[in-house]
């Protein structure tokens, strides 16, 4: 049992940069077909030029809007076809403590991350039933295990989307449909570079610091390579996962392991 994707059809969420790109690098690697999806039409298309194959399509969508999100994705399905692989990845919220956030801001983040991920799958799934394969795989945050300092609403909303993934994994399991989640530590992307800022002028220090600091939770004592991350989508996506079903797969360097 490989990891060819060949003749599948996957969704990627937030795939015009960062880890969503690279898990669609890595799915188009493998020969799948992709939708990309996320705001900037302009952004979509640069990307899509990048990727491996031809097959491959574009649906500019803001997953803060779950509504309109789920309609987009069930009238692609119903021009393309089914979808079998759906990878839910979209920017987490803004970051500081939770006691300074909202009530707002907790909607906004359970809005775009479990409101939008359940209306996406409500669209897919009937698909994937009706193909006899579906693999649904959230990028979400080692916070999901320990709750990272300075994240609050993040670390709120990640702890959802666990149960949520473990919900789903227990009742799609007996249509062939996994459900899992990527644990992404220190990655080397625009959004960790964001939040070494924010950190580091919360704390009167700087960027290269706060990244030196980070890098001394990590065993393998580096950031992860945003491709990293993509090669584990990948794989969880291929039929060679087939009976890995309701985990987290920390990919982190060993962080989560030391901690």
């Given at each position: 049992m490989g990891t060819s994707l060949a003749g599948r059809h996957a969704l990627v969420c937030g795939a015009s940069q960062g880890i969503g790109l690279a898990c669609a690098e890595a799915l188009a690697a493998e020969g799948a077909a992709l939708t990309l999806l996320s705001r900037s039409s302009a952004t979509l298309e640069t990307a899509r030029a990048g990727l491996s194959g031809d097959a491959h399509h574009c649906l500019a969508c803001d997953m803060s809007d779950w509504t309109a999100t789920g309609e987009a994705v069930a009238a692609h399905v119903a021009d393309t076809g089914p979808i079998h692989i759906?990878?839910?990845?979209?920017?987490?919220?803004?970051?500081?403590?939770?006691?300074?956030?909202?009530?707002?801001?907790?909607?906004?983040?359970?809005?775009?991350?479990?409101?939008?991920?359940?209306?996406?799958?409500?669209?897919?799934?009937?698909?994937?039933?009706?193909?006899?394969?579906?693999?649904?795989?959230?990028?979400?945050?080692?916070?999901?295990?320990?709750?990272?300092?300075?994240?609050?609403?993040?670390?709120?909303?990640?702890?959802?989307?666990?149960?949520?993934?473990?919900?789903?994994?227990?009742?799609?399991?007996?249509?062939?449909?996994?459900?899992?989640?990527?644990?992404?530590?220190?990655?080397?992307?625009?959004?960790?570079?964001?939040l070494m800022a924010s950190r580091a002028e919360r704390m009167g220090t700087t960027a290269e610091a706060v990244k030196a600091a980070w890098i001394d939770t990590v065993p393998l004592g580096r950031l992860a390579a945003p491709a990293e991350v993509g090669a584990a989508c990948a794989f969880l996506a291929s039929p060679a996962a087939s009976f890995i079903n309701g985990v987290n797969l920390p990919v982190d360097g060993g962080r989560l392991a030391s901690m």
């Open positions: 759906l990878v839910h990845n979209s920017g987490g919220p803004k970051g500081g403590p939770l006691i300074d956030a909202t009530p707002e801001d907790l909607l906004a983040g359970l809005a775009t991350h479990v409101l939008c991920g359940q209306a996406m799958v409500k669209a897919v799934t009937p698909g994937m039933c009706e193909s006899g394969y579906g693999r649904i795989i959230n990028i979400v945050s080692t916070s999901v295990v320990t709750p990272i300092k300075g994240l609050g609403v993040s670390n709120t909303v990640r702890g959802a989307i666990n149960n949520w993934m473990r919900t789903l994994a227990g009742e799609l399991g007996p249509d062939g449909i996994t459900v899992n989640n990527i644990l992404p530590g220190f990655v080397d992307t625009d959004r960790l570079a964001a």
